[in-house]
């Protein structure tokens, strides 16, 4: 158990719709990466939060969005999905604040499997 | 551009083949490499960080090594529990700060 908790576990949906999917990052954690893994590929980087602000962000599409909230957990906002969209999620959580000489390993969810039909 | 590529993409080996994976990057600067291992269904488990060429670190039957173009996960001796998708990742600053994957090495243990 990595300490990260992600929901919900599995969510199926029809296209057009908006979905929410949540992360609580391991106690004492500051940074939230988000990461999308489709099918037989690798995980994409998509957005990285740092103790409510925004460090980094990846091939994030404009229909996502995503916030740390001050108790530090955060969502992902995935809206007017797409077939394309069905993925596994995951979130993972770092004491460190993320670039030069302050990244380190990550811990991550055990995921969201979103299912878009 | 900054690129993480793995090889094989699958390797199936017998109980006790011992065998290397491969990680190559181009990253201007690394600033460490780490080495993730995931299950099925399963979020990655970090295994090992590497920061230098030269460095080697070890944990039970995996031996991971870095040089200035590549690193290898070395397996002795494996298990069927040793089977597993092998990811590296290295961290990126460039315009952004942010940490890339690679697409990963399909391990396959028969027993």
């Known amino acids: ?6 929901t919900p576990k599995h969510l199926i949906t029809a296209t057009g719709q908006r979905v929410t999917l949540r ?3 391991r106690s004492g954690d500051l940074s939230v990466y988000w990461y999308q893994q489709s099918l037989d590929q690798g995980l994409q980087f998509l957005i990285q939060y740092y103790n409510g602000e925004e460090r980094a962000k990846g091939n994030i599409l404009e229909r996502f969005s995503a916030q740390q909230f001050p108790d530090l957990h955060s969502e992902l906002n995935l809206s007017s999905l797409e077939l394309g969209d069905s993925a596994l999620y995951f979130c993972a959580s770092s004491p460190l604040r993320g670039g030069d000489g302050d990244t380190g390993e990550l811990f991550f969810g055990e995921g969201s499997r979103l299912t878009v039909l | 551009e900054d690129q993480v590529t793995q090889s094989p993409e699958a390797l199936r080996l017998q109980e006790g083949e011992s065998s290397s994976l491969n990680c190559s990057y181009t990253v201007s600067g690394l600033r460490g490499l780490f080495w993730y291992r995931q299950d099925p269904g399963k ?3 970090f295994l090992f ?3 230098s060429a030269g460095e080697e670190k070890e944990k039970e039957r995996l031996k991971a090594t870095l040089t200035k173009k590549e690193s290898f996960l070395h397996i002795t001796a494996p298990k069927p529990e040793d089977s597993a998708t092998y990811l590296c990742a290295v961290p990126v600053y460039s315009s952004a ?15």
């Open chain 1, 1 to 6: 158990d990595s300490g990260v908790t992600q």
């Open chain 1, 23 to 25: 992360c609580s990052p």
């Open chain 2, 43 to 45: 979020g990655p488990e």
């Open chain 2, 49 to 51: 960080t590497l920061y």
């Open chain 2, 97 to 111: 700060s942010k940490i890339i994957f690679g697409s990963g090495t399909r391990l396959s243990i028969r027993p």
